[in-house]
């Protein structure tokens, strides 16, 4: 699977660890920066890795900065974009299994890296059930549109 990965300086530690992961498992990993520790703004980076998603050129994005949530709301500030914070792998797999999360989102700060690991895997690992979830995704749709519900 083709993976865009990106981050911020405060989430630039765990993206390269991720990044080894994936690739240790067989996966494509795109690397969408930033590319040093040096400070810089987490809305550029989640919101590149996001593109890459919603554009086709990756299958999924996972997005690391201090805390996971301001570079989860960039990346959902692109249309197409289904990205989901997460700090423990079951809700990795249920915003997979109910929401069709295309990306995720961690936190350096909130997780060690063991555990970041397991809830990549718990993502990556799921598939979307459709069914009465696919009616509920499409309302996410609804509203990227700029329809009320």
Same mark, same amino acid.
């Given at each position: 699977?083709?993976?865009?990965?990106?981050?911020?300086?405060?989430?630039?530690?765990?993206?390269?660890?991720?990044?080894?992961?994936?690739?240790?498992?067989?996966?494509?990993?795109?690397?969408?920066?930033?590319?040093?520790?040096?400070?810089?703004?987490?809305?550029?980076?989640?919101?590149?890795?996001?593109?890459?998603?919603?554009?086709?050129?990756?299958?999924?994005?996972?997005?690391?900065?201090?805390?996971?949530?301001?570079?989860?709301?960039?990346?959902?500030?692109?249309?197409?974009?289904?990205?989901?914070?997460?700090?423990?792998?079951?809700?990795?797999? %249920? !915003?997979?299994?109910?929401? $069709? @999360?295309?990306?995720? +989102?961690?936190? &350096?700060?909130?997780?060690?890296? =063991? %555990? !970041?690991?397991?809830?990549? $895997? @718990?993502?990556?690992? +799921?598939?979307? &059930?459709?069914?009465?979830?696919? =009616?509920?995704?499409?309302?996410?749709?609804?509203?990227?549109?700029?329809?009320?519900?």
């Amino acid at each position: 699977m083709k993976i865009a990965v990106g981050a911020d300086h405060a989430g630039f530690t765990l993206k390269n660890e991720l990044a080894e992961h994936l690739r240790g498992l067989g996966h494509e990993v795109i690397d969408a920066g930033t590319l040093s520790a040096e400070r810089t703004d987490y809305p550029i980076w989640g919101s590149r890795a996001a593109h890459l998603v919603v554009g086709g050129e990756a299958e999924r994005g996972v997005i690391v900065c201090g805390s996971g949530i301001g570079i989860s709301i960039a990346a959902n500030k692109v249309p197409g974009a289904r990205c989901v914070v997460c700090t423990e792998p079951f809700s990795a797999q %249920m !915003a997979r299994r109910h929401n $069709d @999360a295309n990306m995720l +989102a961690l936190g &350096e700060r909130f997780v060690g890296v =063991d %555990m !970041a690991k397991a809830i990549v $895997d @718990a993502f990556l690992g +799921a598939e979307f &059930e459709g069914g009465r979830h696919a =009616d509920r995704v499409a309302l996410f749709e609804q509203i990227e549109s700029g329809d009320e519900l």
